[in-house]
């Protein structure tokens, strides 16, 4: 396999066992949100809220992060970055970095939209726990009572598509798809498409047996949450997800439609190798895996929504029964990081990651501090093995929250 095309798994913790995804402001503080129910399992155990699980963010403290991620994009080459930290007791930290358009200099802001990648997988399956809650699906029914054709489908549940343990071949490994999407960016897939990619793979493993994150099968639940609700993902998403939370600059793009001001990206996924601005490819191969775009505030008021089930205003999006499954998970090969369905808690953090070409994104929630962290960025491109939203993470957290490092083992040499 390429590496370009191993690659292209990235998109959420993405090491060892992991392939992640790499295609691709509202209010509501979080200070008003309960902590979540249970936590995943093979996370280290949630402290009760102490009030000193996050350092206060004096004066001292921001210039101390301002250094640290200016150090960060020096090194890793990151053209432009906005950090957002916020906690109901410590102080907040806002800022932005560098810029957002190499060719005319336009600087960095925290108004942008960007696109989130992988982060798509909370708003999928936020959707899919939704009809699950109202009785429409269930998540130990097998994906053949929804979509024919899938290897293994009659033992495939839909809890183990959500959980990574599926089994199925993620068909952005594959290199055909790579060479096709590469040789031009800007034409639309069919999820049928994509799905095509990974089943002519053989299985893996048998349903359940171990961890492996696949985009192939977010796929398929998006094929779920439609047939379930008679309608567009994008639509569902839009009404009953992001409509309840209230968050009005995030969307679910047709094609590769994207709201202004936002920044550029810069890959080097490319079918040259050079580095090239993917503003304008079309994220449609992310689907219900990657596909969407917000911006900082949004993923604001996202990260404890989707953390803890609960609406800014103290309301239930998912019910606490169905959240705590959420939340809970076998382990997974990775030392202190869990992954429940479609969230991750990596010691203590709970949330999402995302990558595709050009952008990167991390948004997680610390529940024992009520502290929420948004790290959005211009470009992909990895530094030692690792993502760059991945270096970001670890070096803010280590600062601010040095119990709780955002810490992943680099990316292994590509097969």
Same mark, same amino acid.
């Given at each position: 396999?390429?590496?370009?095309?191993?690659?292209?798994?990235?998109?959420?913790?993405?090491?060892?066992?992991?392939?992640?995804?790499?295609?691709?402001?509202?209010?509501?503080?979080?200070?008003?949100?309960?902590?979540?129910?249970?936590?995943?399992?093979? @996370?280290?155990? !949630?402290?009760?809220?102490?009030?000193?699980?996050?350092? *206060? +963010?004096?004066?001292?403290? $921001?210039?101390? =992060? /301002?250094?640290?991620?200016?150090?960060?994009?020096?090194?890793?080459?990151?053209?432009?970055?906005?950090?957002?930290?916020?906690?109901?007791?410590?102080?907040?930290?806002?800022?932005?970095?560098?810029?957002?358009?190499?060719?005319?200099?336009?600087?960095?802001?925290?108004?942008?939209?960007?696109?989130? @990648?992988?982060? !798509?997988?909370?708003?999928?399956?936020?959707?899919?726990? *939704? +009809?699950?809650?109202?009785? $429409?699906?269930? =998540? /130990?029914?097998?994906?053949?009572?929804?979509?024919?054709?899938?290897?293994?489908?009659?033992?495939?549940?839909?809890?183990?598509?959500?959980?990574?343990?599926?089994?199925?071949?993620?068909?952005?490994?594959?290199?055909?798809?790579?060479?096709?999407?590469?040789?031009?960016?800007?034409?639309?897939?069919?999820?049928?498409?994509?799905?095509?990619?990974?089943?002519?793979?053989?299985?893996?493993?048998?349903?359940?047996? $171990?961890?492996?994150?696949?985009?192939?099968?977010?796929?398929?639940?998006?094929?779920?949450?439609?047939?379930?609700?008679?309608?567009?993902?994008?639509?569902?998403?839009?009404?009953?997800?992001?409509?309840?939370?209230?968050?009005?600059?995030?969307?679910?793009?047709?094609?590769?439609?994207?709201?202004?001001?936002?920044?550029?990206?810069?890959?080097?996924?490319?079918?040259?190798?050079?580095?090239?601005?993917?503003?304008?490819?079309?994220?449609?191969?992310?689907?219900?895996?990657?596909?969407?775009?917000?911006?900082?505030?949004?993923?604001?008021?996202?990260?404890?929504?989707?953390?803890?089930?609960?609406?800014?205003?103290?309301?239930?999006?998912?019910?606490?029964?169905?959240?705590?499954?959420?939340?809970?998970?076998?382990?997974?090969?990775?030392?202190?990081?869990?992954?429940?369905?479609?969230?991750?808690?990596?010691?203590?953090?709970?949330?999402?990651?995302?990558?595709?070409?050009?952008?990167?994104?991390?948004?997680?929630?610390?529940?024992?501090?009520?502290?929420?962290?948004?790290?959005?960025?211009?470009?992909?491109?990895?530094?030692?093995?690792?993502?760059?939203?991945?270096?970001?993470?670890?070096?803010?957290?280590?600062?601010?929250?040095?119990?709780?490092?955002?810490?992943?083992?680099?990316?292994?040499?590509?097969?």
């Amino acid at each position: 396999m390429s590496h370009a095309s191993t690659r292209l798994r990235r998109g959420a913790v993405a090491v060892t066992a992991m392939g992640m995804l790499v295609v691709p402001a509202a209010g509501g503080a979080a200070t008003a949100l309960p902590d979540p129910v249970g936590a995943v399992g093979a @996370g280290p155990p !949630t402290p009760s809220a102490s009030g000193n699980e996050v350092r *206060e +963010l004096t004066p001292a403290v $921001k210039r101390q =992060l /301002d250094g640290t991620v200016r150090r960060v994009m020096r090194e890793a080459g990151i053209p432009g970055v906005t950090v957002g930290l916020w906690t109901p007791d410590k102080g907040q930290y806002v800022r932005s970095f560098g810029v957002a358009d190499k060719s005319t200099g336009r600087q960095m802001s925290p108004d942008l939209y960007l696109r989130i @990648g992988s982060e !798509t997988k909370t708003f999928t399956v936020t959707a899919l726990l *939704e +009809l699950v809650d109202q009785g $429409k699906a269930g =998540l /130990d029914d097998t994906i053949d009572k929804y979509v024919s054709g899938v290897p293994n489908g009659d033992r495939i549940t839909l809890r183990q598509l959500a959980g990574m343990r599926s089994g199925l071949f993620n068909y952005s490994e594959d290199d055909a798809f790579f060479k096709v999407l590469t040789s031009d960016p800007q034409r639309p897939f069919t999820p049928q498409q994509l799905l095509g990619y990974s089943f002519k793979h053989p299985v893996l493993f048998p349903p359940g047996e $171990k961890f492996d994150y696949s985009n192939t099968n977010l796929i398929l639940l998006g094929l779920v949450v439609e047939k379930v609700s008679g309608r567009p993902l994008a639509d569902y998403i839009r009404t009953d997800v992001l409509g309840p939370v209230g968050l009005g600059h995030t969307l679910f793009p047709v094609g590769n439609e994207f709201p202004r001001p936002h920044s550029q990206g810069y890959t080097d996924q490319t079918a040259t190798g050079k580095v090239e601005d993917s503003a304008d490819w079309n994220p449609s191969w992310g689907w219900a895996a990657g596909a969407m775009i917000s911006n900082l505030q949004d993923l604001r008021v996202w990260a404890p929504t989707v953390a803890t089930g609960r609406l800014p205003d103290g309301g239930v999006l998912i019910s606490p029964a169905i959240q705590k499954q959420r939340l809970t998970t076998p382990a997974t090969p990775i030392p202190g990081a869990g992954y429940g369905l479609g969230i991750f808690n990596v010691q203590g953090w709970i949330g999402h990651n995302g990558s595709l070409p050009g952008y990167e994104s991390l948004t997680i929630y610390l529940p024992s501090a009520r502290a929420t962290l948004v790290v959005l960025l211009n470009t992909d491109i990895n530094y030692k093995g690792q993502e760059p939203s991945t270096v970001l993470g670890d070096a803010i957290t280590s600062i601010v929250s040095p119990d709780h490092v955002f810490n992943l083992p680099a990316e292994p040499a590509a097969r």
